[in-house]
């Protein structure tokens, strides 16, 4: 990587870090002593504003560089990230937004405990969280690794472990000094970056190629090595019968995962009505939409122009098919457009690390504050405020964040991802949906729930191939792998569901019925509604 490719990367990355620190120092100056202030931005936001916000968040590094990534490499087969981000969505407008709007305050436990006794359920559903999200920062850290191993020549491990730590520095700034309100604009000036880059991008793949989409997946498919095979479902997932089912496992978790993501949900309550909750929703499906259309067009150009032979030598998971994508199309290294166009790219796909940490950061550390420290504070102790346990949370959360990121830096980060998404479906939508729609759900049945579902997925996770007993694991030197999928979410989705079922009717402990008259009335009319 040439001098100049460096230089112009670094300055405009240093430039998008000066103005999100100048919007947090800004925001920081205003009041925000309240949890109201600090968790939901003061409710303030409009449903535009919140929907580019949501889209922020959820177009991670998983989506910009690991899932062109896995296009390029396996074709069909990578695209099943595509497409199970942007059908999650759909989950979400129909069965979440509205009425987690309308039942909660700032987390998920909030859903949960207004019908239930409070301090099991906040324990649970706080402690699933916090899983979910540092297993989701995870793989915005090994992202952030694989980017500036590119940008600097991956001539030493020891400044992609120093990016990975300045990484979790500046996030816990954010979080600690700016809460939701600068989290929120830090994400709208993401969306804007990322969805132009990767405008461009298309709009030049699509001109290399004349236009003819037809042209473009052919060429990726005679690179590729595979021919026709490329553009057909199996290449990663047809093998025998256990890819066939991680694939069906990934697809489950992908669509399902969504709606139990914590940083997800807690933008809901950013906007001040059910409403505007529902329209935020309906900005962000379209923007995340064409956002995910075009990652198809960079991930098949990826492979017709670079090949994937190069990208998997850049990195072998495929996480810089498209800086080396923008190097191709600004003409090749050492021309004045592919340094350009590369500086560019590098510099959006970090403010998007950046900006995705921040999110996943502040809705950890309000679980750890909201629901964990709140419950399990003794009664007799000197109270201490909500938000500065929360800001102390970020430091730490953002300590394990870095740790796990240096130790799984050689995976996919779409594939970390998938992980967390498994995560989330099988301990947090299984006890959200009850707590909804079921009349008789119990206490029990909620705490079995989430413990039923989360306890499964990371041990069965701990068991895969992707810990142990593969060249490509975690720790490829040793193997206790006795779970043969790679994505648990098809065993421990289910578990999640059933735990629920069965702790509720095995409880002696009747449903209360008002309780539950009352939530529903709320989560459908908005009456009652913070």
Known sequence: MTGDHQTLALLLFSTFVAVTLAITTWVSRKRQGSAEEFYAGGRLFSPMENGFAIAGDYMSAASF????????????????????????????????????????????????????????????????????????????????????????????????????????ALMVIYVSLGGMRATTWIQIVKAVLLLGGTVTLTALVLVRFHGDFDRLLRTAAERSGHGEAFLAPGLAYGGDWTSRFDFISLGLALVLGTAGLPHILSRFYTVPTARAARRSVVWSIGLIGGFYLMTIVLGFGAAALVGPGAVRASNAAGNTAVPLLALDLGGGAGSTGGTVLFAVVAAVAFATILAVVAGITLASSASVAHDLYASLRRRDAKPCSEVAVARIAAVGIGAVAIALGLLARDLNVAFLVGLAFAVAASANLPVLLYSLFWRGFTTRGAVWAVYGGLVPSVVLMLLSPVVSGSPQALFPGVDFQYFPLQNPGLVSIPLGFVAGWLGTVTSREAPDEAKHAETEVRSLTGAGAV
């Open 65 to 168: 560089l690991g899932i062109s990534g896995l296009i390029a490499l396996y074709g069909y087969d990578g695209m099943l990230y595509s497409v199970g981000f942007l059908v999650a969505w759909l989950v979400v407008l129909f069965l979440v937004a509205e009425l987690v709007r309308n039942c909660g305050r700032f987390t998920l436990a909030d859903v949960v405990a207004a019908r239930m006794r409070e301090r099991p359920v906040r324990i649970a559903a706080g402690t699933s969280s916090v899983t979910v999200s540092v297993m989701y920062l995870v793989a915005q850290m090994v992202g952030a690794g694989s980017l500036v191993a590119l940008l600097l020549g991956g001539t030493t491990e020891a400044a992609r472990t120093w990016t990975v730590i300045g990484v979790g």
